[in-house]
């Protein structure tokens, strides 16, 4: 079972809210991503990492910001919540070498109301 | 960028019976991996490929590569209630990101 870890697994917030979601990878991984997913549907890429002080916008354009101070560390952060941001939000890393196959975390579930 | 389309969305399988799913890419692609994602869970690494024509298999489940290297498909024989679930193909072209196809979601009658 992969060691990668998001915090909280359930968010249910008002509109304008701050919010920051938490995900943490033991591994080592320097390769880190956050997906957006809702139900049923395809995963979209919203941010990704290839290491310390490396963020790049992904495929889907989002409101939401990450930052990557530490390796093992990748929080995603939505200044200003509205209900057309709520979705599930997965987070995952992967190796810098070798097999690139990516370790999902269990996923946030966010409502925003 | 590239888009990879993948089909069937929906899948109703008897129990017992195969069934294959397909994966094309608009661009060729240096690997492709698959994924299964279990109703109210995450996706799961289920397997790379990198060489075109490239066949590997785990117990029922049959993963192709093409020789073009823009297509794939996973079969799976004897479809049993464990295989539930959503499969994912997921594309990559020479860098760490994968871009990921909309899924075929499996269902299966007892």
């Known amino acids: 079972e992969a060691d990668i870890y998001q915090t909280p697994r359930y968010l249910v917030i008002g509109t304008g809210k701050k919010i920051t979601l938490e995900c943490s990878q033991t591994?080592?991984?320097?390769?880190m991503y956050w997906y957006q997913q809702d139900p049923g549907m395809e995963l979209h890429l919203i941010h990704y990492?290839?290491?310390?002080?490396?963020?790049e916008k992904g495929d889907l354009s989002s409101e939401s910001t990450v930052s990557r101070i530490r390796t093992e560390h990748f929080p995603l952060t939505l200044e200003s919540a509205r209900p057309s941001h709520t979705s599930q939000y997965l987070c995952?890393?992967?190796?810098?070498?070798?097999?690139?196959?990516?370790?999902f975390g269990p996923g946030t579930r966010l409502t925003v109301l | 960028g590239q888009q990879v389309m993948q089909i069937p969305q929906y899948q109703h399988v008897q129990e017992g019976e195969d069934f294959t799913t397909y994966c094309n890419s608009s661009?060729?692609?240096?690997?492709i991996q698959w994924y299964k994602q279990r109703p109210g869970g995450h996706p799961v690494f289920l397997i790379q490929?990198?060489?075109?024509?490239e066949v590997k298999k785990q117990k029922r489940l049959t993963f192709q590569f093409g020789e073009a290297k823009k297509n794939s498909s996973l079969h799976i024989t004897a479809t049993q209630t464990t295989d539930v679930g959503t499969y994912f193909c997921?594309?990559?072209?020479?860098?760490?990101?994968?871009?990921f196809g909309a899924g075929t979601t499996v269902t299966v009658r007892a």
């Open positions: 995952a890393s992967s190796r810098t070498t070798g097999y690139n196959e990516q370790f």
């Open positions: 591994m080592g991984h320097d390769k």
């Open positions: 990492s290839y290491g310390v002080n490396s963020t």
């Open positions: 661009t060729t692609l240096s690997n």
């Open positions: 490929l990198v060489k075109s024509g």
């Open positions: 997921a594309g990559s072209s020479n860098d760490y990101k994968l871009s």
